[in-house]
């Protein structure tokens, strides 16, 4: 089982929908979580931490389960410029190594 | 969030060649500093944890020999990809911060492609 996992997509939707995208983490010690975004071909940019209670960030609401080891994220009203992957990244345990997921390609159409 | 500077942004070489990146971080004082690797398509993998003033520490499959870090000051740390091949072809990330349940932050990337 891989560390961090996410559905690789990719998640054509229309403009104006609403999507969510889940990810599973196998380390049940792991205590900072962060849903990045990369454009194609850039680095990684922060989107949203992710807090115990969930929270919000304008459109983009991030949950996280630790029962069930799994983070998500949902995004309202998208727009085209919400095109992008939605990487996934969870903190090693105790220290501050991330592990990565693989990405979620979400492709937002006209 | 940490502003963090890398150099080059593209490198196109012949196989053989030894290529250095640079990372700096321009407005945080880091003690490490983190060397990604991404291959199209792929996650981001961690090659190293850079560490200032004393030796970097190497994930396992990476060759400390191939990939020279040195983390000589709190803002600058280079990776050098010595005698460089094909295979070495990825985009190269470095990042800072970190630190407890703070983020990471990212330099633009280095694509080295080897010829």
């Known amino acids: 089982r891989k560390e961090v996992e996410q559905d690789p997509g990719p998640f054509n939707v229309p403009e104006g929908a609403t999507v969510a995208f889940n990810c599973t983490y196998s380390?049940?010690?792991?205590?900072?979580f962060f849903w990045y975004r990369q454009d194609c071909r850039k680095e990684p940019k922060l989107l949203m931490s992710?807090?115990?209670?969930?929270n919000e960030d304008g459109r983009f609401t991030a949950q996280l389960n630790r029962a069930s080891q799994y983070i998500s994220l949902l995004i309202r009203d998208s727009k085209l410029s919400d095109s992008a992957t939605y990487l996934c990244?969870?903190?090693?345990?105790?220290?501050?190594?991330?592990?990565w997921g693989a990405g979620t390609k979400l492709i937002i159409k006209p | 969030g940490a502003v963090v500077s890398q150099h080059p942004s593209r490198v196109i070489c012949k196989s053989g060649t030894s290529v250095k990146i640079e990372c700096r971080s321009l407005d945080f004082q880091a003690t490490t500093m983190f060397w990604y690797r991404q291959f199209p398509k792929k996650s981001l993998m961690l090659m190293a944890t850079?560490?200032?003033?004393?030796?970097?520490?190497?994930e396992q499959g990476v060759e400390k020999d191939k990939f020279l870090i040195n983390h000589a000051s709190l803002t600058l740390s280079t990776l050098t990809v010595t005698s460089a091949h094909p295979e070495d072809s990825s985009f190269y990330i470095c990042?800072?911060?970190?630190?407890?349940?703070?983020?990471?932050?990212f330099g633009d990337g280095t694509r080295l492609s080897i010829l």
């Open positions: 990042s800072v911060g970190g630190y407890g349940n703070q983020p990471q932050h």
């Open positions: 990244v969870v903190n090693k345990g105790s220290n501050y190594q991330l592990i």
């Open positions: 850079s560490n200032e003033g004393s030796k970097a520490t190497y």
């Open positions: 380390n049940s010690a792991s205590q900072s």
């Open positions: 992710v807090y115990s209670s969930g």
